[in-house]
């Protein structure tokens, strides 16, 4: 029998997070959270054990079409801060629960980062800077259509 296969998977996944800003050293922090919505191209080899058990890896290909902030004094569009491309290795590991379904456990981290942050003094020297990298771990389901 066969226990490779090749799987495409496009679709929409939306990723982002929340942080706690305080660059001041202040008492006052700003919370901000961040919605990435992405047009998803995740293209996976796949290593069947079994009838039950299955794995997966391969990389993802994203594109950025919607970025979306919101703190403390509101919501605002925020692509332009953001690499419209992304990148990402990816791993899963699937149990069938019936002959065309199953459940699984995935995780994504990104080889591209989302984006650059450079940090600077009050008279504009340099500080350093800081790359953003998306990563997730989920749950998944998988139905199989067909004969």
């Known amino acids: ?5 090749f799987i495409a998977a496009p679709g929409y996944m939306l ?15 700003e919370r901000l959270s961040v919605d990435l919505h992405y047009i998803h191209f995740p293209l996976n080899m796949e290593y069947y054990l079994g009838n039950k058990f299955l794995i997966s890896t391969g990389p993802e290909f994203s594109y950025l079409i919607k970025a979306r902030g919101k703190n403390n004094l509101g919501s ?3 692509i332009i801060s953001y690499n419209r491309f992304e990148v990402a290795g990816a791993a899963s590991a ?5 002959p065309k379904l ?5 995780y ?6 989302t984006r650059l ?7 504009g020297e340099n500080w350093g800077e800081s790359r953003e990298f998306n ?9 199989w259509f067909g004969s």
């Not at 029998?1 to 296969?5: I, L």
């Open 15 to 29: 990723k982002g997070g929340d942080f706690i800003l305080d660059a001041d050293q202040s008492t006052e922090v």
């Open 135 to 143: 990563r997730y771990l989920g749950v998944v389901g998988r139905v």
């Open 76 to 78: 605002f569009d925020d």
């Open 1 to 5: 029998p066969n226990n490779f296969s």
């Open 94 to 98: 699937f149990f069938r629960i019936r």
């Open 117 to 123: 942050i450079r940090f600077s003094g009050p008279n």
């Open 108 to 113: 994504s981290h990104g080889l591209t980062p």
């Open 102 to 106: 199953a459940l699984g456990i995935s």
